[in-house]
T-cell receptor
Framework: NAGVTQTPKFQVLKTGQSMTLQCAQDMNHNSMYWYRQDPGMGLRLIYY???????DKGEVPNGYNVSRLNKREFSLRLESAAPSQTSVYFC????????????FGDGTRLSIL | LAKTTQPISMDSYEGQEVNITCSHNNIATNDYITWYQQFPSQGPRFIIQGYKTKVTNEVASLFIPADRKSSTLSLPRVSLSDTAVYYC?????????FGAGTRLTVKP
């Protein structure tokens, strides 16, 4: 019963490098989310995907791109990493019926030097 | 967009009841209120959700007044294992906003 799986769990990058964070869910959920979590700021939405083939910018999308590859997978890409993107990144998914809560992965801890 | 505000930290002792309040003055008519618990090195985990009045499940209660501008998460008889960060979320999809989280420390 995996739920939401994020890879990698940890990563260190140099400024200017690129990287893709992977997320997959096995709950047949339509909606998927990418967040960043910084001390004292809670979780801020980077991108949202309501269904396969659709994506929308959230509160803090600058410097990021996403791909909703299929219903299961939603990836987050940093094209040119900056130290300000050092954070913990969480992926979540949510079912379409009613007001179901989001299910979160355990995060990717990303440090950019 | 609803701005959510919650206390930064709270302390309690084992066996006590803990109430954490979240303020959301700009809540929209269709917004639900959801609370999550987060332990270190883990993702947030769903605790409880409500729209109005009172909701109770096996681990918590959620109180929402008639004007819905705030909500209170109630944890009965906390234990050391309830030490965690608790987040309030208002809304869903693009219009959602998380609070900054309340760090609850339960002492023996």
């Amino acid at each position: 019963n995996a739920g939401v799986t994020q890879t990698p769990k940890f990563q260190v990058l140099k400024t200017g490098q690129s990287m893709t964070l992977q997320c997959a869910q096995d709950m047949n959920h339509n909606s998927m989310y990418w967040y960043r979590q910084d001390p004292g700021m809670g979780l801020r939405l980077i991108y949202y995907s309501a269904s396969e083939g659709t994506t929308d910018k959230g509160e803090v999308p600058n410097g990021y791109n996403v791909s909703r590859l299929n219903k299961r997978e939603f990836s987050l890409r940093l094209e040119s990493a900056a130290p300000s993107q050092t954070s913990v990144y969480f992926c979540a998914s949510r079912g379409a019926e009613g007001n179901q809560p989001q299910h979160f992965g355990d995060g990717t801890r990303l440090s950019i030097l | 967009l609803a701005k959510t505000t919650q206390p930064i930290s709270m302390d309690s002792y084992e066996g006590q009841e803990v109430n954490i309040t979240c303020s959301h003055n700009n809540i929209a008519t269709n917004d639900y209120i959801t609370w999550y618990q987060q332990f270190p090195s883990q993702g947030p985990r769903f605790i409880i959700q409500g729209y109005k009045t009172k909701v109770t499940n096996e681990v918590a209660s959620l109180f929402i007044p008639a004007d819905r501008k705030s909500s209170t998460l109630s944890l009965p008889r906390v234990s050391l294992s309830d030490t965690a960060v608790y987040y309030c979320l208002v809304g869903a999809r693009l219009a959602q906003r998380f609070g900054a989280g309340t760090r609850l420390t339960v002492k023996p």
